[in-house]
């Protein structure tokens, strides 16, 4: 089966500071998903990338897919309060209908931002 | 548009109690899902449903159940609750075209403690 690890487990940082949430698959991914939890809340949905190479933004959210399709990395530019949470890496089992939209999810990172 | 809603966002349960957890979505989706969330764990898919009238396990099926009527609901059935059932449950959707991943919508979770 297909795991998922998230790097950093947690991370805090300063107002205004960059940085980078890494998701590692252990298998190739066909449709990699990002969510963010804030806590006593679901899960919103942030970004989706499929294709090797793809790079999606959001504001100041940048998700990008490398080439190999195994690992995901998300970066927060002039990281702000309301950033702070937990992000989730979600992946899709394959390519075809059979998975039927099922979901493996990193641990997730918790995110603080210190204002 | 509601999206997915849940009921109710917290319960306390006795061990050996029953409940039913509450999904409802108004998108006219046709797969449903049911995640339990535990700390540092991300999410673990219990059941899905690909339709009304179809359900199937996911990677933590037992203890649970579940049943698809309607297109709209999905409810959760815990029969016998127990100590290791204490988490954070969350139901999801998604449209489901017939060969694309498409995102999953999440409510905003159930928050339950078996004591």
């Known amino acids: 089966s297909q795991e998922l690890e998230q790097s950093p487990q947690s991370l805090i940082v300063q107002e205004g500071k960059n940085l980078t949430i890494n998701c590692t698959s252990s298998k190739t991914l066909y449709g990699l998903y990002w969510y963010k939890q804030k806590y006593g809340e679901g899960l919103i949905f942030l970004m989706m990338l499929q294709k090797g190479g793809e790079e999606k933004s959001h504001e100041k959210i940048t998700a990008k897919l490398d080439e190999k399709k195994q690992q995901s990395s998300l970066h927060i530019t002039a990281s702000q309060p309301s950033h702070a949470g937990i992000y989730l890496c979600g992946a899709g089992a394959n390519a075809g209908g059979t998975s039927y939209g099922k979901l493996t999810f990193g641990q997730g990172t918790i995110l603080t931002v210190h204002p | 548009n509601a999206g997915v809603t849940q009921t109710p966002k917290f319960r306390i349960l006795k061990i050996g109690q029953s409940m039913t957890l509450q999904c409802t979505q108004d998108?006219?989706?046709?797969?449903m899902y049911w995640y339990r969330q535990d700390p540092g764990m991300g999410l673990k898919l219990i059941y899905y449903?690909?339709?009304?009238?179809?359900?199937d396990k996911g990677e933590v099926p037992n203890g649970y159940n579940v049943s698809r009527s309607t297109t709209e609901d999905f409810p959760l059935r815990l029969e016998l609750a127990a100590p290791s059932q204490t988490s954070v449950y969350f139901c999801?959707?998604?449209?489901?075209?017939?060969?694309?991943?498409?995102?999953?919508?999440f409510g905003p979770g159930t928050r339950l403690t078996v004591l």
């Open positions: 999801a959707s998604s449209l489901r075209r017939a060969t694309s991943t498409d995102t999953q919508y």
């Open positions: 449903s690909v339709g009304a009238g179809i359900t």
């Open positions: 998108m006219n989706h046709n797969y």
